[in-house]
């Protein structure tokens, strides 16, 4: 548990914050949305005294139309986000997450990406100005914190920099109508075959074309109180359905889609049907910040070469034996391949085919290492069919498996989960540490160390 918690109102009142958990000999915990998966921003694995600094009262949102731009502050939620630039205008819209409580500051610090990041690429690529406040109480901005903190920033993780207050942020174009669609296909209905040619097709569809797919298991239809695995195909395409009809005739004509299975939506309500909400909802649900959600565990990869239909056959043997929450398949390509792998510190561009998220859900404490268990053992279990040396993770998809900060020589040991995070990137993200936080006084169990 924390000793204290801060609920500044203003930037002076994260000053004074920094100030006394320096004198006092705090560790400081910075939380936005408290997403975490490992809960880094609100507990310490690693019981030592620690204060929290919840930016939750700061989280003011300003648009300016005629720069197409906006600042935000970090303890808003991509909701209220999205919300805001709905009020200001339907042809404008961001690409970030698509859960809508998730916190700005935790989010674009480590990346970011949603529905339209194969045409946009993610929130931190389109971040164009912020402001922390450093180890030294120093309010800074891009110019002031120089570029290479700015890149840190990008990507890197913001916990381990600083106190990231707000992000100018660039807006992006979208269609005043786009259109969308779901297909779900279950084993008896050829979902194996289907998903293999999606792990090709997917990530060079053209980047206004967001088609990712989700694998969960199902009852059987063909089984009395059997089971099965069903995958589901949810498309986003930022365009028309007249478009969009012979685009995907000829790439999934298996899917046998028809002009009445495309809903054309504005793209607001494209991001109430990926929050989980009906399009017909108020726009306000997106100002929700609470979320109740079951304990559970992540794991995340990237795969760069097709997983063999055997491959795909024994990953659904597993999903049988526990039947989790459904696993997210995130295509990439588009722009994403058009960005250096070290433009930013989010280091998964050109060569990845897709993401994969595996979750696993648990009750209870009691229950949790048994669930536990079982997502490291299939995380084993496609191990030879994703990205190798280093095994890619992506920060925002947090996993304390992958190792943690455990004394000197600092660096050199937090390689084992640096290089999966950032790969060629962990190099000069310890270089930028060691300049702006040699103390190193932000820490956390997966804080970059000073080199
Ligand atoms: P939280 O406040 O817990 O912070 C996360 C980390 O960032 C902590 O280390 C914290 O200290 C640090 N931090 C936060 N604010 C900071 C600040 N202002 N300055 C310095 N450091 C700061 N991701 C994605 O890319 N696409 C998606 O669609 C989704 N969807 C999704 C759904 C759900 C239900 C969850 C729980 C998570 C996701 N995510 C996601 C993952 C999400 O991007 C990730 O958990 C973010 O870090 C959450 O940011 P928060 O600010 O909410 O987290």
Redesign the pocket.
Known sequence: KPNLIVTPHSLFHIQVALFCSKKSGLQV?????????EG??YVSHSHIPFLIID?FNLRSITINMDEESAWVQ?GATVGELYYAIAKKSKVHGFPA???ST??V???F??????TIFRKYGLASDNVIDAQIIDVNGMILNRTLMGEDLFWAIRGG???SF????AWKIKLVPVPSKVTTFDVSRTLDQGATTLFHKWQTIAPKLPPELFLHSLVGVTNSASQEGGKTVVVSFSGLYLGTPENLLPLMQNSFAEFGLRRDNLTEMTWIQSVLHYAGYSIDESLEVLLRRNQT?PSFKAKSDYVKEPIPLHGLEGLWKMLLLENPPPFIFTPYGGIMSEISESETPFPHRKGNLYGIQYMVNFASNEDAPKHIDWIRRLYAYMTPYVSKFPRQAYL??RDLDLGVNQGKPWYEKAKSWGLKYFNCNFERLALVKARVDPGNFFR?EQSIPPL
């Open positions: 915990r910075v939380r936005s949305g408290g997403h975490d998966y880094l921003s930016l970090s997450g698509s859960c998730i916190g500051g935790g989010h610090s480590g990346g970011g990406f949603g993780g913001g916990s600083g106190v990231i207050t959600s925002n998809y956390d």
